[in-house]
């Protein structure tokens, strides 16, 4: 019986140590400055899964300052944010086939250049255009509301990036 109790509030204690770390680990993302984040949808029958890390606008001036202007930018902070698609699909009416691949931009005041790179797994500053899969242009556009930190959205019509005032959407399509 002293055996059946001591047993008892082991299994309990281990319980409880257990939903503890659990707690801990997912507060631990929140207190990051940069938390990761996921976007998924569906565009006709293509999925598109986006992950990356959102940072804060935190009283920063973000476009043409943190950001810059004619300059390759990582699209998220910390590691490369990554774009997998399960069906081919055209973006911005250009093929690119299904993968998995990282995510870049240059953005400038009226008109971006948005980059889909081959390679996938990388911190988001070991950018390589000779891994290039697919560049396109995309036209930023001022947002109604303040995005305090950086967010993917999969729509209908594609995927739209929103951080601060401003927003840009990618148009991706479906191939049959």
Same mark, same amino acid.
């Given at each position: 019986m002293k055996h059946t109790r001591i047993f008892n509030s082991l299994a309990i204690l281990l319980v409880f140590a257990l939903i503890s770390s659990g707690a801990c680990a997912q507060n631990d993302n929140a207190s990051k400055p940069s938390p990761p984040a996921e976007a998924k949808g569906k565009v006709g029958d293509a999925t598109v899964t986006v992950n990356y890390s959102s940072p804060a606008v935190r009283e920063r001036t973000i476009w043409g300052d943190l950001v810059p202007y004619g300059k390759v930018w990582r699209a998220g902070? %910390?590691?490369? #944010?990554t774009v997998t698609l399960d069906k081919d +699909?055209?973006?911005?009416?250009?093929?690119?086939?299904?993968?998995?691949?990282?995510?870049?931009?240059?953005?400038?005041?009226?008109?971006?250049?948005?980059?889909? %790179?081959?390679?996938?797994?990388?911190?988001?500053?070991?950018?390589?255009?000779?891994?290039?899969?697919?560049? +396109?242009?995309? #036209?930023?556009?001022?947002?109604?509301?303040?995005?305090?930190?950086?967010?993917?959205?999969? #729509?209908?019509?594609?995927?739209?990036?929103?951080?601060?005032?401003?927003?840009?959407?990618?148009?991706?399509?479906? #191939?049959?």
């Amino acid at each position: 019986m002293k055996h059946t109790r001591i047993f008892n509030s082991l299994a309990i204690l281990l319980v409880f140590a257990l939903i503890s770390s659990g707690a801990c680990a997912q507060n631990d993302n929140a207190s990051k400055p940069s938390p990761p984040a996921e976007a998924k949808g569906k565009v006709g029958d293509a999925t598109v899964t986006v992950n990356y890390s959102s940072p804060a606008v935190r009283e920063r001036t973000i476009w043409g300052d943190l950001v810059p202007y004619g300059k390759v930018w990582r699209a998220g902070a %910390n590691e490369a #944010t990554t774009v997998t698609l399960d069906k081919d +699909v055209m973006v911005e009416g250009k093929a690119l086939p299904a993968g998995t691949y990282s995510f870049y931009t240059i953005p400038g005041e009226g008109e971006w250049t948005v980059i889909f %790179n081959k390679t996938a797994k990388q911190w988001g500053t070991e950018y390589d255009e000779a891994q290039d899969a697919l560049r +396109v242009m995309a #036209t930023p556009h001022k947002s109604d509301e303040m995005h305090e930190r950086l967010a993917y959205e999969v #729509t209908d019509g594609g995927l739209v990036l929103r951080w601060e005032h401003m927003e840009l959407p990618i148009a991706i399509t479906a #191939t049959e």
